[in-house]
């Protein structure tokens, strides 16, 4: 059985970022599990989806390129994320957080 490619790029980003968050990232019972989503926002796979044209998904990484990472860097390099329809663009640490960045609109 082949091993549906989508679903192991999901499953390594959800183990790196796992692997990557601290304590405070450990939800409790008075927070909630998940953000909510502004409504009418598509995410860039749903944009992708619709145009058929690749999303791309900006990646800020959080420090220099390590083993923390490789799931990203080895999904890009067997072409998971093409085959997924994104355009995954790895964006080297500079001193600013990941999350300013997303803040910023500068990444995914």
Not at 52 to 64: E, F, K, M, Y
Not at 66 to 94: C, M, Q
Request: aromatic content about 6%; glycine content about 8%.
């Amino acid at each position: 059985m082949k091993p549906n490619r989508l679903a192991i790029v999901f499953v390594t980003v959800a183990l790196t970022v796992a692997a990557c968050a601290g304590p405070a990232a450990v939800p409790t019972a008075s927070a909630p599990s998940v953000a909510p989503v502004a409504t009418g926002s598509a995410g860039p796979t749903a944009t992708a989806l619709a145009t058929g044209a690749p999303a791309t998904v900006r990646l800020a990484l959080d420090w220099t390129p390590n083993t923390n990472h490789s799931g990203f860097f080895v999904a890009r390099h067997e072409g998971w994320y093409r085959d997924a329809g994104i355009d995954l663009k790895v964006l080297p640490y500079s001193g600013t957080t990941p999350e300013a960045l997303m803040a910023a609109h500068q990444a995914e």
